[in-house]
């Protein structure tokens, strides 16, 4: 029997387009996304960000590094945010609709610049002091130095909320990190490109 449910955030609850933020780059004055692209992913830069490693200021400086031009703080977090999408209200009210009868968590990779863009767009769009108040509580990478599919991750929050695997649900849009929460013992759903959550649920 389920009564704990563990969401991912980009790609289950907020639409992300990627190739967004390369459109983004290139209105900077970036000349070669790709070459840009695949140094952030030879050195790690991403998940280095999304773990904490690397602080908001360093992330820019790196991007700056393939711009031909200067560009301020606010233009180069406006680039980046641009792969959020908006929290649609039916997601919303879907997660409200669970907590009388599940535990709700967030589990999201993600990093500073994302979170406080989408905290503040929630804030504003609906009636919560923050995205975190949709659930019991809300893990985020960035603030745990760890990052999915690490078990580890999985491991501090099975922990920290005092969940029994067994009973429990994780749902994310990356295999991965659905494998790697089936090897602790939980229940998953992997959410491929067009599948929604409720309708999966019902």
């Known amino acids: 029997m389920i009564k704990n449910i563990i969401f991912d955030f980009g790609g289950v609850i907020i639409p992300v387009d990627p ?3 390369a459109g983004g780059l290139i209105n900077l004055g970036c000349t070669d996304v790709l070459s840009l692209h695949e140094f952030f992913l030879r050195e790690q830069v991403y998940m280095r ?3 904490g490693e690397i602080s908001p200021g360093e992330f820019r400086m790196m991007l700056r590094s393939g711009l031909s031009h200067p560009v301020t703080d606010e233009q180069i ?5 641009l792969i959020l999408g908006e929290i649609p209200p039916h997601r919303v009210t879907f997660l409200e609709s669970l907590r009388p009868g599940y535990r709700t968590f967030l589990l999201s990779n993600t990093n500073k610049i994302h979170y406080d863009r989408y905290q503040a767009q929630f804030g504003k769009t609906y009636r919560y002091l923050s995205l975190d ?3 019991e509580k809300a893990y985020y990478s960035f603030q745990l130095g760890l990052y999915k599919p690490d078990p580890a ?3 501090f929050v099975i922990n920290d909320s005092g969940l ?4 429990t649900l994780f749902i994310d849009d990356f295999q991965t ?3 790697a929460a089936k090897q602790l013992g939980l229940h998953t759903i992997h959410l491929t490109n067009g599948m929604e959550v409720a309708n999966i649920m019902k």
Request: hydrophobic share 45%; no cysteine; glycine share 0%.
């Open 49 to 51: 960000f999304e773990k």
């Open 19 to 21: 190739m967004a933020f």
């Open 133 to 135: 108040h949709l659930f």
């Open 77 to 81: 977090d406006e680039a980046w945010n």
């Open 153 to 155: 991750i999985f491991e």
């Open 164 to 167: 029994n695997p067994e009973e």
């Open 177 to 179: 990190n659905v494998e």
